[in-house]
């Protein structure tokens, strides 16, 4: 399991099994219980907030990895890898992430 790393998630219901991006640290992954993820949808909004996605990158279907939603899971809820993100995409994934969290905005603020 790596950062990147496309797998499998079984969620509580209502929501249902669906694809995730690992986007914890790879170096804590062997020593930590849960694990901090962008879920993937099909619904594709064409938003600062999601990065688009499909087969050609390793995905069953045409996707959006949605960082507006980003959750901690426990590990054991993790299940197969589907496939593995370019470094590319978690470049992009890295910006969609500060866009939907407000540190696009507040950089000069935060130094």
């Known amino acids: 399991m790596n950062r990147g790393d496309v797998r499998w998630c079984s969620f509580n219901p209502p929501d249902k099994r669906r694809p995730v991006v690992i986007?914890?640290?790879s170096s804590?992954?062997?020593?930590?219980?849960?694990?901090?993820v962008?879920?993937?949808t099909r619904t594709i909004r064409n938003v600062?907030?999601?990065?688009?996605?499909?087969?050609?990158?390793g995905l069953p279907y045409p996707s959006a990895i949605?960082?507006?939603?980003?959750?901690t899971v426990a590990k054991s809820r993790m299940g197969?890898?589907?496939?593995?993100?370019?470094?590319h995409h978690m470049a992009a994934i890295a910006d969609a992430l500060a866009f939907a969290?407000?540190?696009?905005e507040d950089v000069?603020?935060?130094r």
């Open 66 to 71: 949605n960082l507006q939603n980003v959750q």
């Open 23 to 25: 986007l914890t640290r």
């Open 80 to 87: 197969a890898l589907i496939c593995t993100l370019s470094p």
């Open 38 to 40: 962008a879920p993937v």
């Open 48 to 57: 600062p907030s999601q990065i688009t996605v499909g087969p050609e990158d």
């Open 101 to 104: 969290l407000g540190f696009d």
């Open 28 to 36: 804590t992954l062997p020593v930590i219980n849960s694990v901090t």
């Open 108 to 110: 000069a603020f935060l």
